[in-house]
């Protein structure tokens, strides 16, 4: 697999548990963006640019599947995530040599849950998620974890 040099664009997204689907965080040139699995749960994609781009648009939807298969991953485990239990997913394009190539870094954050109990979740998510079985050994995904 081929890691990019030099990254040109960036789609950064920032997903949360959310149990409140009345309460709104966007700001001014920026909406909101209510996302729903298979399995009917919403999740949103917050303070989303008016006119985003392709990669952002990817990470939100890879952010709201990867949410809810981390949901999964936790219920098998019979492992409760806290209510601010995030996952925010920065998608590169960029450059190695002429070619161009996606890339993606996770960052994790499943608070007051053990180190080791929260990375196997992640890592669980990333099994179940369909989005991250598409890119699977086709672009460089880097996953960091914490619980504070």
């Known amino acids: 697999?081929?890691?990019?040099?030099?990254?040109?664009?960036?789609?950064?997204?920032?997903?949360?548990?959310?149990?409140?689907?009345?309460?709104?965080?966007?700001e001014h040139g920026v909406v909101d963006m209510k996302l729903s699995t298979p399995g009917g749960k919403s999740y949103e994609f917050i303070a989303a640019?008016?006119?985003?781009?392709?990669?952002?648009?990817?990470?939100?939807?890879?952010?709201?599947c990867w949410i809810a298969a981390l949901g999964i991953a936790a219920s098998l485990k019979k492992v409760t995530l806290p209510e601010d239990t995030t996952v925010n997913i920065r998608v590169n394009i960029g450059e190695t040599g002429p070619a161009w190539f996606l890339?993606?870094?996770?960052?994790?954050?499943?608070?007051?849950?053990?180190?080791?109990?929260?990375?196997?979740?992640?890592?669980?998510?990333?099994?179940?998620?369909?989005?991250?079985?598409?890119?699977?050994?086709?672009?460089?995904?880097?996953?960091?974890?914490?619980?504070v």
Request: with cysteine; net charge negative; hydrophobic share 40%.
């Open 1 to 26: 697999m081929t890691k990019i040099q030099k990254i040109q664009y960036t789609g950064l997204t920032h997903t949360k548990i959310n149990r409140d689907p009345a309460l709104q965080r966007g």
């Open 49 to 64: 640019e008016l006119h985003p781009t392709a990669e952002q648009l990817f990470a939100g939807a890879w952010s709201a």
């Open 103 to 147: 890339g993606a870094k996770f960052n994790v954050r499943i608070p007051g849950v053990d180190q080791a109990v929260a990375e196997a979740l992640a890592h669980s998510a990333h099994q179940i998620c369909p989005y991250s079985k598409a890119v699977d050994g086709n672009i460089e995904v880097d996953m960091e974890v914490t619980t």
